[in-house]
C-alpha cells in the first residue's frame, strides 16, 4: 500500500478536507522557495552529480520539489493520486524524494578518538507500534 492512501486514510479519520490540504502545501512550496532564495539552506543543500547512460552528466543543485509556480488554482484542479474519492493529490503530497538525508551517529568516546566535533547530543529517545495505515500518526502519539 502507498503512504499516499494511508495519507488519505489519516486525512479523513482527522477531518482534514482537500481544501486544508491544498492551502498547507502553497504555504510549504512558498516557504521553501522564499528560503532556498534566501539562502537559509545554502549549508544543507548539497549539489549532487548524476551520469545517464550515455554519459551525460546532469547536475542537481536545488531541492526539485519546491515550486515557484504553484498557486491555488493550479493545485485545486489536480486529480486524487491514490484514491478515487480521496484528498492526497500530486501537488498537496511530499515528493519521492522528500526527507533526503545522511546523519552520523558514534559514542562520545568514538568522536573524540577521531577528533570529530559533535554537534548534538541524543538525550532520549522513545519508539511506538501502530497498524500500517495510522504510520502518519506516529510522531504525535510518541510526542504525547
Known sequence: VHMGTYGNHVAKIEEISRQQQDEWALRSHLSAVNA???GQFKDE???VEIKD???VITKIEVDECPRE???IEKLTK???AFDRDG???AGNAPG???GASALLLM???EAKLNNYKPLAKILATESIAVEAQDFPRTPGYVIQ
Open 78 to 80: 489536480l486529480s486524487p
Open 36 to 38: 532556498i532564495k534566501n
Open 45 to 47: 543543500i548539497v549539489s
Open 69 to 71: 509556480d504553484t498557486s
Open 87 to 89: 484528498t492526497i493529490t
Open 107 to 109: 559514542s562520545e568516546e
Open 96 to 98: 519521492i524524494n522528500d
Open 53 to 55: 547512460r550515455k554519459g
